[in-house]
């Protein structure tokens, strides 16, 4: 880590804090797990370290499975930090209030493929936003931030990501969110079969009518 200058605080999140820094004449990002004190030392130390490790393990499996991620150059587990490429580019989140209503439709059924690959191969990204997504001046889509992640091929795990998409899309593109969702789904469904894709909308629909029955019993 002595090889690394110039860190430079550009994201603080509830989980890590992320530095652009420069790492052997590359641009690079680190990112740092931060330790929590409302827990057990052992188990926190215990939790850092397994997240620090498996999330390279995800990016290379996500990178194999034909989705672009950050490259890691190292992985620190004793100090909860790993050194990754930094993308050039925009975030997707800025990118789809600027574009043209095809070009943004394109991007969503491009996105929808990614999310596909990811789920037909086992991989759930477990935090699945626009904020997370990173578009390169070439064009090229990578995804970014996989420390919520998980290997599963559960339904119910598919099901959540999809609907964490499409909430994050309520939230920050309310007025395009239907028809990006929907765009999303049919790049989705070119990946995965018909009768996979079903299932998941299926269990989309089953998690929001849990999420409105447990707001009526709060009285929200």
């Known amino acids: 880590m002595d090889e690394i200058s110039h860190p430079k605080l550009i994201k603080k999140g509830a989980e890590a804090c992320l530095y652009l820094a420069d790492w052997h004449g590359r641009k690079v990002i680190m990112k740092e797990r931060l330790p929590k004190k409302y827990r057990v030392s052992a188990l926190d130390e215990q939790i850092r370290t397994y997240r620090t490790v498996h999330e390279p393990q995800l990016m290379h499996e996500a990178k194999k499975a034909g989705v672009p991620t950050p490259t890691i150059y190292l992985v620190d587990a004793k100090k909860a930090t790993i050194i990754m490429e930094f993308v050039e580019g925009e975030q997707v989140k800025r990118l789809l209030a600027k ?118 019993r709060r009285g929200e």
């Open 99 to 216: 574009v043209s209503q095809s070009q943004r439709l394109a991007l969503c059924r491009k996105i929808g493929k990614f999310i596909g690959k990811l789920h037909k191969n086992g991989i759930i990204h477990g935090d699945l936003t626009t904020s997370n997504m990173i578009q390169t001046p070439e064009g090229k889509i990578f995804f970014v931030d996989f420390g919520l992640g998980e290997k599963s091929l559960e339904l119910e795990a598919r099901g959540v990501d999809l609907h964490l998409m499409k909430r994050a899309l309520q939230s920050t593109h309310f007025q395009v969110a239907e028809k990006c969702f929907n765009a999303i789904i049919e790049g989705y469904a070119s990946v995965l079969d018909s009768g996979e894709v079903k299932k998941v909308l299926d269990k989309i629909r089953e998690i929001e009518r849990r999420g409105r029955y447990v707001a009526e």
